[in-house]
């Protein structure tokens, strides 16, 4: 995977994880459908320049989800029972085990965070947390918007390194 795609996905994840769950209604298939849509792009930019390659992964996500939703649509009218069960397994509430284990993630992820230089970790709170964009967080706080991607950029692979997530 190429440094770019890799950064992308990095950055881009939660964010696209959040807009597939609102269309598919299942984290599960979202999940599924985000890593469809990084071989698509990965394969795509490997044949041909992706000039606005987050446009096209989102692109690509939003059809693959509408994609799984008419094919669900159709499967759906086939068989109630399997209908039944995959709904069932999206909202089923989950076991105390995986309970202890997300709140340990949480904490294993709160501590990396606060592990992280100052402005780096600032930055991160303000896009990430606070919903910022980049240009409102150079803004705030006096670097450039580049510095900003950056400083984003070294904060996730710190994360997703030290949570193994």
């Given at each position: 995977m190429?440094?770019d795609?890799?950064a992308l996905?990095l950055?881009?994840?939660?964010?696209?994880?959040s807009?597939l769950?609102?269309?598919?209604k299942?984290?599960?298939?979202?999940?599924?459908?985000?890593?469809?849509?990084?071989?698509?792009?990965?394969?795509?930019?490997a044949?041909q320049?992706?000039?606005?390659?987050?446009?096209?992964?989102?692109?690509?996500?939003?059809?693959?989800?509408?994609?799984?939703l008419?094919h669900?649509k159709?499967a759906g009218?086939?068989?109630?029972?399997?209908?039944?069960?995959?709904?069932e397994?999206?909202t089923?509430?989950?076991?105390?085990?995986r309970?202890?284990?997300?709140?340990?993630r949480?904490e294993?992820?709160?501590?990396?965070?606060?592990?992280?230089?100052?402005l780096?970790?600032?930055?991160?709170?303000?896009?990430?947390?606070?919903?910022?964009?980049?240009?409102d967080t150079?803004?705030?706080?006096?670097?450039?918007?580049?510095q900003?991607?950056?400083?984003?950029?070294?904060a996730?692979?710190?994360?997703?390194?030290?949570?193994g997530s």
């Open positions: 190429s440094l795609i890799a996905f950055l881009h994840r939660n964010e696209l994880l807009h769950q609102r269309i598919v299942c984290r599960e298939t979202a999940h599924d459908l985000i890593q469809d849509s990084y071989l698509i792009l990965l394969r795509a930019s044949a320049a992706i000039e606005q390659p987050r446009a096209y992964l989102y692109r690509t996500a939003t059809n693959l989800a509408l994609d799984h008419r669900q159709i009218r086939h068989t109630v029972a399997a209908g039944t069960a995959e709904i397994h999206c089923a509430s989950p076991s105390a085990e309970v202890a284990a997300a709140g340990e949480l294993r992820f709160l501590s990396t965070v606060e592990s992280l230089p100052e780096t970790r600032e930055i991160f709170y303000r896009v990430k947390i606070e919903g910022l964009s980049y240009r150079a803004r705030r706080l006096g670097v450039t918007e580049r900003v991607e950056r400083h984003l950029l070294k996730m692979l710190h994360c997703r390194q030290a949570t």
